[in-house]
């Protein structure tokens, strides 16, 4: 009988349940299609010098930690359901049935529904998962064939993860429906919830916000007085002082406001605070600009503090705008008496005010929540791009050699090997070596051998045979130089104004050699590797050979391309080998660093970090931006049961059913526009600044182009999914107020 019970419950209220199904179905369908890569049964293609359990053991711990989101999801919309239906329970309870009996019922039947999502969801996910196969095989640089295949232990650990969910959720459901009192499970969707003005939450973050002020005030006083000096040009004392005037004003605001609170209301207290928080936003936001284009030495940890404060600075402004949203709407409407007594309008804003009273703060949470899923959609492929952009730069040969002497303090300990043992190792292993270059790299005056300030250590310089023995290796053509010139080399990642400025000041060098002319093709700007330059340096200086036989060498590289890639196994052997021999950190510390590095570990590590990074931040996002949606749109739909009697009685007054629709769609419009308008304005903002953050890297390994492209595509899978929900929502919404 309660079987019979339980089935005839779901299926009357599988409208209820739409919304709810739809979300985990794609939750469960997503969770499939990125763990099925981690499977034991999978084994893609993806060659022997590649290491694929790099990818799968990375994104398991990734996917799993972002799915613990959904706990809160599954519990948020059972408390929906629970509310929508204790009517239900207090009639069946008052029929004789036990509490402990109701909320079992409601226990099976919303683990019923959970486990037609689950079984949707997987049955999705295989075919989702071909296109995360297709993703990876395509970062592999491998062809993509389709392979429908229904992973076992994936499987199981799917119904594991959200039967356990739903489990857990649905034991606390039961023990709550025993505690109710059936007088209040009868009055249930008689009961408003709290004024919004007599909430507490926004006073608490009003409070904790002047903490923060004042800390980010002494924080300022405490770098110029540390940091500051007279000389700096203009934008670096705006910087200081606005990173202490705007702070500062904002706390002295809410002093002031705490001693004429009575005649001052806290609204405008808010409205005043949002202003100035706008000017604590710009001067916070200018710390890490001012410090990248001026050289600025900090304190460790500043940078860091102030994007904290700016994090903070941006979560308070989203608060108090929500927060004066239906103060802002009252206002409006009551100045504008032509829009409130026009057509339907006055039911129109007695509707909305009055939610907007009692939702701001889920309608806040909702906002930031969408913004951080927004930054997760568009650093994806800029940080990927970033990654992808500098392997190419990183991993120009097989084998990699190089040397460092920040640690060496006498000219007599500076590296002078060959490194046979990579030579054994690629004779040992039969590799083929195409290109095989060894050489080294000079100071122009040897009194520089002691200059090791950070920033400002001395350029080097590699003779005119080997760096044309490097371009050749790479596929480009050799340069010459006249008797008594030189030209430089630079990295991809240098800006074009430091390297004018550079070119400039050094038209004209002293070596310890005599006086070198800068020649008139005075720079070059094909990627030969990183590792070639000075450490914090992006130059070095092409000297003929002559002069290089008479300058001191301090550091001594070697570069092997070979014919076929080495094998991971191989690579990471050679790896060890080396640094047992020639250890990167000296064991007293004093001494030649030494670093080997294979194209096969780099690009292995990149990609896998890549695909992981990638995967992890589109999949977080689309859980976020679902949680968010899901719960816009089951509040509207709670919301449509008390909204049934009001739409009926517009009805009785001779309200058309297309003006019904048309009040529907703009009330809808309304509680998805107010959060995503806000968070895509936000939103707008942080990405912008965060591109131009990183505007040189964009430029040097992605490409404006390539980028916009990526973040287009994104934007696109987050607009698809608000129609959705948008939709669907519309849809229940006018039915349930007009049945």
């Known amino acids: 009988m309660y079987a019979k019970l339980i089935f005839r419950n779901a299926k009357r209220s599988a409208k209820d349940y739409l919304v709810y199904v739809v979300t985990m179905t794609i939750c469960v369908m997503l969770f499939y299609a990125f763990l099925s890569i981690t499977s034991k049964y999978y084994n893609p293609d993806v060659g022997t010098e590649y290491e694929f359990t790099l990818v799968s053991d990375g ?13 809160f999801l599954i519990r948020y919309v059972n408390n929906y359901m629970l509310r929508r239906k204790q009517k239900e329970f207090a009639i069946q309870s008052v029929m004789g049935m036990e509490q402990k009996t109701v909320a079992w019922i409601f226990f099976a039947e919303t683990f019923l529904m959970g486990a037609v999502s689950i079984i949707i969801g997987i049955f999705l996910g295989v075919f989702c998962s071909q296109f995360i196969t297709g993703m990876l095989l395509s970062a592999y640089g491998k062809d993509y064939k389709l392979s429908w295949t229904l992973f076992p ?35 249930a969707d008689k009961q408003n919830e709290p004024h919004i003005r007599k909430s507490r939450y926004m006073p608490v973050i009003s409070v904790l916000y002047a903490i923060i002020l004042l800390l980010a005030a002494v924080t300022g006083i405490s ?3 540390y940091y500051s000096d007279p000389r700096f040009p203009i934008p670096v004392h705006i910087m200081f002082w606005g990173n202490i005037i705007a702070p500062a004003a904002s706390f002295l605001l809410s002093v002031v406001w705490c001693v004429v609170h009575k005649k001052w209301s806290f609204n405008r207290y808010v409205l005043a605070a949002a202003i100035l928080s706008l000017a604590n936003i710009g001067f916070a936001a200018s710390v890490p600009v001012i410090q990248k284009k001026y050289m600025l030495s900090s304190g460790e940890g500043t940078l860091n503090e102030y994007l904290m404060f700016l994090l903070v600075y941006v979560i308070f402004w989203i608060c108090c705008t929500i927060y004066l949203a239906s103060n802002l709407l009252s206002e409006w409407k009551e100045e504008s008496l032509e829009h409130k007594y026009r057509g339907t309008d006055l039911f129109f804003f007695g509707q909305i005010i009055s939610k907007l009273h009692t939702t701001s703060k889920t309608m806040t949470l909702i906002c930031l929540t969408l913004v951080l899923a927004v930054f997760l959609f568009v650093a994806a492929p800029a940080l990927t791009g970033w990654a992808s952009g500098y392997l190419d730069v990183r991993s120009l040969y097989d084998v990699q050699i190089s040397t460092r002497y920040n640690d060496v303090y006498k000219t007599e300990d500076l590296p002078k090997d060959n490194y046979e043992l990579i030579t054994s190792f690629l004779d040992e292993k ?3 070596v195409a290109y095989d270059c060894t ?51 630079w990295q991809t990642i240098a800006t074009e104004e430091e390297r004018s400025e550079f070119l400039l000041n050094h038209t004209v060098l002293s070596t310890d050699m005599g006086t070198l002319s800068l020649a008139e093709n005075a720079y070059h700007l094909e990627a030969i590797g990183e590792t070639v330059y000075n450490s914090y340096t992006d130059v070095i200086y092409i000297f ?64 896998a970090g890549n695909f992981i990074l990638q995967a992890a931040f589109v999949y977080s996002a689309v859980v976020l931006m679902v949680i968010c949606l899901t719960i816009l749109s089951l509040q509207q739909l709670l919301d449509a049961a008390h909204y049934k009697y ?7 007054l001779g309200v058309d059913r297309h003006e019904t629709e048309h009040l529907i769609l703009k009330q809808l419009a309304v509680w998805f526009g107010l959060p995503i308008a806000v968070a895509t304005f936000v939103s707008i903002i942080v990405a912008a600044y965060f591109f131009e953050t990183i505007s040189e890297e964009i430029s040097a390994y992605i490409g404006i182009g390539a980028l916009l492209t990526q973040v287009g595509t994104m934007i696109c899978i987050l607009v698809i999914l608000l129609i959705c929900y948008f939709i669907s929502t519309w849809i229940l919404f006018q039915k349930s107020v007009t049945e």
């Open 544 to 607: 003929p050979d002559g002069i290089c036989d008479g300058l001191l060498s301090v550091m001594r590289n070697r570069y092997v391309r070979t014919e076929t890639a080495i094998p991971y196994n191989e690579a990471i052997y050679l790896e060890n080998a080396f640094v047992q021999k020639y250890p990167e950190t000296p064991d007293n510390g004093n001494g030649v660093r030494y670093y080997i590095r294979t194209s096969t570990q780099q690009i292995n590590s990149t990609i």
């Open 59 to 71: 994104l398991k711990m990734a996917i799993c930690a972002v799915t613990l989101l959904l706990l």
């Open 153 to 187: 232990d994936t499987v199981s650990l799917t119904v594991c993860f959200f039967a356990i969910s739903l489990l857990v959720v649905g034991v606390f459901n039961v023990r709550t429906i025993r505690k109710i009192k059936i007088i209040d499970m009868l009055y």
């Open 439 to 489: 050489f080294n790299l000079y100071l122009p005056n040897q009194e520089d051998f002691h200059k090791r300030i950070k920033w400002d250590f001395p350029v080097v310089a590699i003779s005119l045979s080997d760096y044309n023995a490097l371009r050749e290796m790479l596929g480009y053509e050799p340069i010459s130089l006249n008797e008594g010139e030189f030209t430089t080399q």
């Open 646 to 652: 009001r739409f009926g009685v517009l009805r009785k």
């Open 223 to 225: 770098q110029m007085y």
């Open 430 to 432: 039969n590799i083929a």
